[in-house]
């Protein structure tokens, strides 16, 4: 059941494009079925999961590889469960009525299915490789989504970036998880989880954790990173709304979740959480003050949120751990609402910019009742859960075991901006005097309103009763990134202490910076711009355009279009490589011992050196193919000395082919030209020279040295029994190693259909109008 639930988006995406033809207008209230069906299944595990209860459900996928698809649920993966599939029904309702008309609506659905689905598999996987699969899928299925208006050329850059830092950053993770794995000995988040392994003292855990964290900022856009996620808003609001909710940004703060009680305790962990967290979570707040479009300051709040959650799993105390569970659903719950809502706006209006909007609430008064509610929750209000989560944030870095000053401060000044910006959000489309928009405003239709109705009405009835929301499920996510069982007694107030006091000072001085945004605007404007110039994003340029500049220098050099020079480089490259890796590994150990050689062995081996050099000097061509052919027919001696009259057969049977064939096209080729200089000459001729020394060489080390017993018994006493043939050479082609004949087989008919085409072609046939 479990794998059907995860793999079903993938499945019903293949059947999007039929559904489509049938469904029209109603897609997406159909196809919004299934995360409605799966939102009602985990749901029903939460009685299982409440008492602390940890479901594993093993499926076998590459045994071989002892990889394979099982699942683990516990309170962490559910919570994020419950929103991918919860939120994820509201955003399929909501794009059916956004994309309305859009002629590739199916194609979106098709994406769209399948990030939920890799987002849901990131989520519960339990083995490593399995979680790291998925977690590429969410960057590749993401970057398609984000580009979905492929004819933008800016949609399609912000693609790229979000793909690049994003799965470069996938790259280290990897090596962290491979690392990891080396360290524990176990491939499964249940069994790291479970072990009493201190993987501290390792000496690789520096470099596991420092590739874990890269990874996961990356992902979850922490300084210096985070300049993808705003731009990614190129994105349709639906995919803008889902990606900032409930899926792809918050891939790495649940990574850094499942993998605080394993990691946590150390300074380079905890640390650089902190920091990061810390610097993000500014960064964000500030970003998101100083924009003026209504997506881009909802994307910088998010980034906001991302490094409160990074600082919170940082702090790391039971308090923190119970902030960080209650800020994610409230930011899940809120952001989600507000992003379908500025889709609303910008839907209904036709501008994304709020200093173009004013008095909406006459035209659109549900929407500003929603987002006023919404607003509330992100500004931490009451009674919204968004107040319940941020009282919980103040009071947990008041208990904070390290730098509570500094972090204090920084939450502090982040909530002030963060006030200012629900402010903005909430006041500039909806109050003031009615400006005039692109569009005649009037309310948005149903399907774009049920989502964030539904988001918010559970936001105020989380924050009324926030221990209905902790028992039934937060507890035991909370006990899950804790490493211990956890009891909270959340409640909406607490009475008049230090954090409502430190709340209020947010409020008063975020309605200042409401007052004052306008007049702060260009100076804001002016300092973005400057910092613009050298800021992560500048440097990603650079970097970018460095490797244009090298990729446009190796090709100059390297890939001219000369097949000699490719092939110069391949040989003096693999061959140095491989002569230093036998000098230094297995050093040159000559001890020949001619004493049972015959004469006849000296001509052979004679005769096949001198066709060679022919072969080399000649100026003939016919002549140069015919020594080719006593090579050939050298070698096939060879065999039939050493007693292989079927590979002497083979080898004759094939040089006298490759002689005919070589006479028959060789003729049809222009005469010989001179296009390489003397140096040139010299130079191939001594990097011949030297691949042939290092080939022989390795192969009088491979003669010297046997790691293995010869498997030549195995052939031996096997060929009759198993495969009832006698000729073991024959047995071995055809049984033993069928798949290997195929395929020779394969490449000599692709040959000669090559050597047919250019027997048939003619030459005058290329100029031809």
């Known amino acids: 059941m479990m794998l059907l639930a995860v793999l079903s988006g993938f499945l019903l995406a293949v059947a999007v ?141 912000c693609a790229l970036q979000g793909l690049f830092v994003t799965a470069g950053g996938g790259l280290v993770l990897m090596a962290g998880l491979i690392l990891l794995i080396f360290i524990t000995g ?24 420092v590739c874990i964290l890269i990874g996961a900022f990356t992902k979850s856009a922490q300084t210096p990173f985070h300049f993808w996620l705003p731009n ?33 305790g ?52 039971e308090l923190a751990i119970t902030a960080f569970i209650c800020f994610l659903v409230a930011h899940s719950l809120y952001k989600g609402a507000l992003f379908m809502l500025a889709g609303a706006l910008d839907h209904e209006t036709g501008t994304k910019d709020i200093t173009r909007m004013g008095g909406l609430r006459h035209s659109m008064p549900k929407t500003a009742v929603i987002t006023g509610l919404a607003a509330l929750s992100l500004a931490g209000l009451p009674p919204l859960f968004g107040f319940v989560a941020k009282e919980l944030l103040l009071e947990s870095l008041l208990n904070a075991p390290i730098w509570q000053t500094g972090l204090l401060v920084a939450a502090v000044l982040s909530a002030m901006l963060v006030v200012a910006v629900a402010g903005l959000v909430f006041i500039k489309p909806f109050f003031g005097p009615v400006v005039k928009t692109p569009k005649l405003p009037h309310e948005a239709p149903f399907a774009m309103l049920i989502g964030p109705g539904v988001l918010t009405l559970l936001a105020l ?24 069982p956890v009891e909270t007694a959340l409640a909406l107030w607490h009475g008049i202490n230090l954090p409502l006091m430190l709340s209020g000072l947010s409020l008063l001085a975020g309605s200042f910076l409401v007052v004052g945004w306008r007049r702060l605007q260009p100076t804001l404007y002016a300092l973005n711009t400057a910092a613009s110039r050298i800021g992560p994003e500048a440097g990603y340029f650079r970097f970018m355009e460095g490797i244009s500049q090298v990729a446009g220098w190796q090709t100059r050099l390297l890939q001219n279009g000369v097949l000699g020079i490719y092939l110069l480089a391949l040989v003096l ?3 140095s490589l491989a002569g230093y890796t036998l000098l230094t590994r297995h050093g040159l150990q000559l001890d020949f011992d001619f004493s049972d050689s015959y004469f006849y062995e000296w001509g052979i081996a004679l005769l096949i050196v001198a066709a060679t050099v022919f072969a080399c000097v000649t100026r003939s061509r016919l002549g140069s193919v015919a020594s080719l052919g006593v090579l050939g027919f050298g070698v096939a001696l060879t065999f039939i000395h050493f007693s ?35 140096w040139e000459r010299y130079r191939d001729l001594s990097v011949a020279v030297f691949a042939g020394v290092v080939m022989t060489l390795i192969i009088l080390a491979v003669l010297d040295i046997q790691y293995f017993d010869s498997i030549s018994s195995y052939y031996v006493e096997n060929s009759y029994g198993l495969a009832f043939g006698k000729n073991i050479v024959n047995v071995i082609l055809v049984d033993f190693r069928q798949l290997d004949t195929l395929g020779e087989i394969f490449v000599l008919g692709l040959a000669a259909i090559g050597v047919y085409s250019m027997i048939k072609l003619r030459a005058e046939d290329q100029y031809k109008p």
């Open 17 to 157: 494009p039929a559904l489509y033809r049938l469904a029209g207008s109603y897609i997406g209230w159909v196809l919004a079925l299934l995360p409605a069906s799966l939102t009602a299944y985990f749901a029903s595990l939460i009685p299982s999961i409440r008492g602390g209860e940890r479901l594993l459900i093993e499926t076998p996928w590459m045994p071989g590889l002892g990889i394979t698809l099982d699942f683990m649920v516990d309170g962490l993966s559910l919570v994020f469960a419950l929103l991918i599939s919860g939120i994820g029904t509201f955003i399929l309702i909501y794009a059916g009525s956004y994309l309305k008309g859009h002629k590739d609506l199916a194609r979106f659905y098709v994406i769209m299915l399948s990030f939920m689905a890799s987002m849901l598999g990131l989520v519960l996987s339990d083995n490593l490789i399995t979680f790291f699969v998925f977690w590429e899928l969410t960057s590749i299925t993401s970057y398609m989504l984000i580009g979905f208006n492929h004819e933008d050329a800016e949609a399609r850059k």
């Open 186 to 209: 176990d491939s499964s988040f249940s069994g790291l989880l479970a072990s009493e392994l201190s993987i501290h003292e390792h000496p690789h855990y520096t470099a596991a954790a």
């Open 232 to 264: 990614a808003m190129a994105a349709p609001t639906p995919v803008s709304a889902y990606l900032h909710s409930a899926t792809m940004v918050k891939a790495g703060v649940y990574l850094l979740a499942r993998l605080n009680p394993s990691m946590s």
């Open 266 to 317: 150390d300074m380079l962990w905890s640390g650089s959480l902190l920091v990061f967290g810390a610097l993000t979570m500014l960064t964000g707040a500030y970003l998101a003050y100083s924009s003026t479009g209504i997506k881009r300051v909802l994307a910088y709040s998010t980034v906001m949120a991302l490094g409160t959650l990074t600082m919170l799993v940082g702090v790391g105390t």
């Open 461 to 484: 009835v989380f924050g009324i009763m926030p221990s209905l929301p902790a028992n039934l499920v937060l507890d035991a996510a909370i006990s899950a990134v804790s490493g211990y």
């Open 573 to 575: 490259v693999t061959f």
């Open 644 to 678: 292989a009259p079927d590979l002497g057969i083979t080898q004759l049977l094939v040089e006298t082919l490759t002689v005919i064939l070589l006479v028959l096209v060789l003729f049809r080729l222009p005469p010989f030209a001179k296009l390489s200089s003397s």
